[in-house]
């Protein structure tokens, strides 16, 4: 799938399966520094999940504990990560293609994404994702919001890589992403301009 795609003579911008990296000076302290993997993007709005933002005081041992999930799979230590600021108690998994709940999972290139409870229980007998960020909230935009944002200079976009997404510590991603895009983040200013 291309990142553009003609639908009716109309030119929209699909960034499904992609990372947006946020500029200096976006407004949105939420925001700030954040890496987001889109799991959906279309004329209708779209859907994102924070990958670089632990959530503050809580590991995946407790969330599975207040869940009553038992087992003692060496995920249990790993932290939550804050998704995104919408629906802040909801729960998902982004995870590599390596794993499918027995419920639903949307398959994302290389990624899934589970939202339901079993994903949650296997990862608790390691019997889960080999690699997984699990999430509270999630970043979403209304139709046309996030092209506006973009075209404001809110947002980078660069692909995804599971590289990126997992093997990168949370401090650093923001930073390796504008590596890939072979910009120094010490020359980016948060002003849009015009030539």
């Given amino acids: 799938m291309t990142q553009e795609q003609t639908i009716l003579g109309a030119t929209t911008l699909d960034l499904?399966?992609?990372?947006?990296?946020?500029?200096?000076?976006?407004?949105?302290?939420?925001?700030?520094?954040?890496?987001?993997?889109?799991?959906?993007?279309?004329?209708?709005?779209?859907?994102?999940?924070?990958?670089?933002?632990?959530?503050?005081?809580?590991?995946l041992g407790e969330l599975l504990d207040q869940l009553?999930?038992?087992?003692?799979?060496?995920?249990?230590?790993h932290p939550v990560h804050f998704g995104g600021p919408v629906e802040t108690q909801r729960g998902f998994v982004l995870h590599g293609a390596d794993y499918t709940s027995r419920?639903?999972?949307?398959?994302?290139?290389?990624?899934?994404?589970?939202?339901?409870?079993?994903?949650?229980?296997?990862?608790?007998?390691?019997?889960?994702?080999?690699?997984?960020?699990?999430?509270?909230?999630?970043?979403?935009?209304?139709?046309?919001?996030?092209?506006?944002?973009?075209?404001r200079n809110g947002w980078l976009t660069v692909g995804a890589t599971p590289q990126l997404v997992?093997?990168?510590g949370d401090t650093s991603k923001w930073i390796k992403a504008l590596n890939a895009l072979g910009i120094d983040p010490l020359g980016l200013s948060g002003e849009a301009g015009r030539a």
């Fill in 166 to 168: 997992f093997g990168t």
């Fill in 103 to 151: 419920l639903q999972t949307l398959e994302v290139g290389a990624f899934g994404m589970t939202a339901t409870q079993d994903v949650l229980e296997d990862i608790a007998t390691g019997e889960g994702p080999e690699r997984a960020l699990v999430m509270l909230g999630y970043a979403g935009w209304g139709p046309g919001q996030l092209e506006g944002e973009i075209a």
């Fill in 68 to 77: 009553e999930i038992t087992g003692n799979g060496p995920a249990r230590k």
């Fill in 16 to 59: 499904t399966g992609q990372l947006l990296v946020a500029m200096p000076g976006m407004g949105d302290p939420r925001f700030d520094r954040s890496v987001v993997f889109m799991c959906a993007h279309g004329e209708d709005g779209a859907m994102g999940l924070i990958v670089n933002k632990p959530a503050a005081d809580m590991t």
